[in-house]
């Protein structure tokens, strides 16, 4: 068997361990290990490799922005700010049919600006949202379908921890690709609202209208969602323009948000001890799963697998768009099956050298980033698409009572919102680019 044969082999047998519930960071491990054996043919080339990817994982500059953006989340959701910013979206929007879930996607736009975690985001909001959506009588399947779809946010609006795998793995401007996503952030919580429009036109008996605040106290509520507003500038505009590196600004932000809940009162010592350690528990996930993904990526870059698969379709003469389009489609169905990280650390050094042989009439970068932007925004619509989607397994665990059989319904609504921006963003690239 050559190792090209060896390297193809390798994607059914890790499907496979993913399908019998293995974890996708050990899954990833196991085939890079075992994959590394066979084509170097003894152990010392494992070991050497298993030492050196452990140590520049763990002790990467680059990624130590991770954990810190995981405490700026945990640090928000303590400082009350997921309150704050349902009760003033809640304020402008909840006297228009289907408001206060309108009202929940745009809290969660807002937190997804401080928090870089779409699971984060979707329980957060959750336990604001969700009580207020059942108390005006939506019904629980359509409500538990409005935070899944809304915590995606939580990805899309940088800052993002996807994105900033993304940016390292393909060696692009962290800030560039946070601007990038910005616009087409924006359009998804209008796209969601949309749908929720629609849907509330259509089940006119989905929900109840709260009465129409005075401007004053509309204001008011505006004001007090100030933290987030000042956390966000100085972290992403402090990257943008050279203040600090994304490392640095993530630590500002971290620190913005953990002022702000000390002043609210949210952060004691208890509660920075739960913080620092539910944020040690998900960087030791993350990073588990990059350095399954490192060892993984090194077998495969033995075998020669990404450029032998670029050459191919390179040579085959398809039109660029047609292979973008199989990408992205890709990328869907696997979202049904994996996390969005998995699935970036797993795809992205054998799709990305393709993508980027492709002409678009877009520069390198340009392509770089398009593309990024665009499988962000698939990865999130598979984290609401049936039958797995993370986020809908959260939110539901949130409201036992509700079916998960009416919140698959109620969420395609949201899905097809989804389909219908990456349309849109594939045909017209310069939506995504005109801000860097």
């Not at 796209?191 to 709260?210: C, D, K, N, Q, W």
């Not at 994304?246 to 809940?261: F, K, M």
Request: glycine share 10%; net charge neutral; charged share 10%.
């Amino acid at each position: 068997m050559t190792n090209l044969e060896l390297g193809l082999l390798s994607f059914p047998v890790l499907l496979l361990m993913i399908f019998l519930r293995a974890p996708i960071g050990l899954a990833m491990m196991i085939c890079g290990i075992g994959g590394l054996y066979m084509v170097t043919g003894g152990p010392n080339m494992v070991l050497a490799k298993l030492k050196s990817e452990s140590f520049s994982t763990f002790s990467s500059y680059s990624l130590s922005i991770i954990p810190i953006f995981l405490l700026m989340g945990q640090f928000a959701t303590l400082g009350g700010m997921s309150q704050a910013l349902f009760r003033a979206a809640e304020s402008w929007l909840g006297h228009r049919r289907g408001g206060v879930a309108m009202a929940s996607i745009g809290a969660c736009a807002g937190f997804g600006a401080i928090c870089g975690s779409s699971l984060a985001t979707a329980a957060t909001m959750s336990q604001v949202a969700l009580p207020e959506l059942k108390r005006n009588g939506y019904p629980g399947g359509f409500s538990t379908a409005t935070l899944a779809a809304g915590g995606t946010l939580g990805i899309l609006i940088p800052p993002s921890v996807v994105l900033v795998i993304y940016a390292i793995l393909t060696e692009q401007n962290i800030a560039k690709l946070f601007l990038a996503a910005f616009v087409p952030g924006l359009l998804a919580a209008l796209g969601y609202m949309i749908a929720v429009s629609i849907y509330v036109r259509r089940h006119p008996e989905a929900g109840g209208t709260l009465p129409r605040q005075p401007y004053l106290q509309r204001f008011r509520a505006l004001l007090d969602v100030w933290p987030v507003l000042l956390v966000f500038v100085l972290v992403v505009g402090g990257i943008y323009l050279g203040w600090f590196t994304p490392t640095e600004g993530a630590s500002v932000g971290a620190a913005g948000t953990g002022l702000i809940a000390l002043a609210n009162g949210g952060l004691t010592w208890r509660t920075l001890r739960d913080s620092i350690l539910s944020t040690a528990q998900s960087t030791a996930m993350i990073f588990f799963i990059v350095l399954g993904a490192g060892l993984y990526n090194s077998f495969l870059a033995l075998t020669q697998v990404p450029q032998n698969l670029s050459e191919f379709v390179i040579g085959q003469g398809f039109s660029p768009w047609l292979v973008l389009v199989l990408i992205l489609l890709f990328y869907l169905v696997l979202g049904c099956l994996m996390d969005s990280l998995s699935m970036i650390l797993l795809t992205i050094p054998i799709f990305f050298p393709v993508v980027s042989q492709l002409d678009f009439g877009l520069t390198p970068e340009q392509v770089a980033i398009w593309f990024g932007i665009l499988v962000l925004i698939v990865v999130e619509v598979g984290l609401i698409t049936p039958p797995v989607g993370m986020n809908l397994f959260v939110i539901n665990s949130m409201d036992r009572e509700t079916p998960m059989s009416a919140t698959y319904a109620a969420v395609l609504w949201f899905v097809g919102s989804d389909l219908i921006r990456v349309a849109i963003l594939v045909m017209f690239p310069a939506i995504t680019l005109f801000l860097i």
